[in-house]
């Protein structure tokens, strides 16, 4: 009923830059917070960026100055644009909604399926 598509994800040497997207579809009434989510290799999943639906961000200090997220709530995207990349910055990259479904009238969250992206020179 409700999907969230990630893209943009590859292979980038450090201090390149790489710019994620993500659609939400589906049977949707409304969209809330928007999160990116990443996984690096043997590491727990932690919450890089959020964006509410009027546009307040909060940053993971190690990306501030960095990232830098965006929406636009006519398309239901999150864009996340990562400059100066780094190593450590490997990770699968998930993005996270907060859904109002058309069908089920409550808000629940939903998942992408994850974008790799690799630092690396």
């Known amino acids: 009923q409700v999907q969230l598509v990630e893209s943009g994800g590859g292979l980038v040497q450090p201090g390149g830059s790489l710019r994620l997207s993500c659609v939400a579809s589906g049977r949707i009434a409304s969209l809330g917070d928007m999160n990116w989510f990443r996984q690096g290799p043997g590491k727990q999943r932690e919450l890089v960026v959020s964006?509410?639906?009027?546009?307040?961000?909060s940053y993971v200090d190690s990306v501030k100055g960095r990232f830098s997220i965006s929406r636009d709530n006519a398309k239901n995207t999150v864009y996340l644009q990562m400059n100066s990349l780094k190593p450590e910055d490997t990770a699968v990259y998930y993005c996270?909604?907060?859904?109002?479904?058309?069908?089920?009238?409550?808000?629940?969250?939903?998942w992408g399926q994850g974008t790799r992206v690799t630092v690396s020179s």
């Open positions: 964006i509410t639906s009027d546009g307040a961000t």
């Open positions: 996270n909604a907060a859904v109002l479904s058309s069908v089920l009238t409550t808000w629940r969250g939903f």
